[in-house]
């Protein structure tokens, strides 16, 4: 098989400095940052006279999220930014987290919504937070087993 992992997810955004700003405090590193353009760039996406922002942010295992915010063309936004679960695409990520508690009263302080927090059995806490433009996190604590 040539597939070897996933390397990144894409999140375009409007206001690129408050989602880096809410990943940092999630516990993601900025890896880097950048601007592309031109046609060669425009050729890949699909797109004419493209100017974007990358910001690249990193799991602390390695795992990436790429976050764009383009300049020209200008973003389209679909649908309302408080989309519920349920809406059709990429709705939310999901984080293994350690003191989940600590982790959801951390990202409200920072602005986050809390939608709803559950036990799922003895295995995991979970919760679902909405950060800057509506973006949906879930947090997952595993449990302690007997």
Same mark, same amino acid.
């Given at each position: 098989?040539?597939?070897?992992?996933?390397?990144?997810?894409?999140?375009?955004?409007?206001?690129?400095?408050?989602?880096?700003?809410?990943? /940092? @405090? !999630?516990?993601?590193?900025?890896?880097?940052?950048?601007?592309?353009? *031109? =046609?060669?760039?425009?050729?890949?996406?699909? %797109?004419?006279?493209?100017?974007?922002?990358?910001?690249?942010?990193?799991?602390?295992?390695?795992?990436? /999220? @790429? !976050?764009?915010?383009?300049?020209?063309?200008?973003?389209?936004?679909? *649908? =309302?930014?408080?989309?519920?679960?349920?809406? %059709?695409?990429?709705?939310?990520?999901?984080?293994?987290?350690?003191?989940?508690?600590?982790?959801?009263?951390?990202?409200?302080?920072?602005?986050?919504?809390?939608?709803?927090?559950?036990?799922?059995?003895?295995?995991?806490?979970?919760?679902?937070?909405?950060?800057?433009?509506?973006?949906?996190?879930?947090?997952?604590?595993?449990?302690?087993?007997?």
């Amino acid at each position: 098989m040539a597939l070897k992992r996933m390397d990144n997810v894409l999140i375009v955004v409007d206001d690129l400095e408050a989602v880096k700003a809410f990943f /940092i @405090e !999630l516990g993601l590193e900025l890896e880097g940052e950048t601007t592309v353009e *031109g =046609p060669l760039v425009g050729s890949l996406i699909g %797109l004419e006279d493209v100017r974007a922002t990358l910001a690249m942010m990193r799991t602390p295992d390695g795992q990436g /999220i @790429e !976050l764009d915010k383009f300049h020209t063309p200008d973003a389209i936004r679909f *649908g =309302p930014v408080d989309a519920p679960v349920n809406t %059709l695409g990429i709705r939310r990520i999901m984080f293994a987290v350690a003191d989940i508690e600590g982790v959801v009263a951390r990202m409200r302080a920072h602005g986050a919504e809390l939608i709803g927090e559950m036990q799922y059995g003895d295995a995991y806490r979970l919760a679902y937070i909405r950060g800057p433009e509506g973006i949906i996190v879930a947090l997952a604590e595993q449990l302690a087993t007997a």
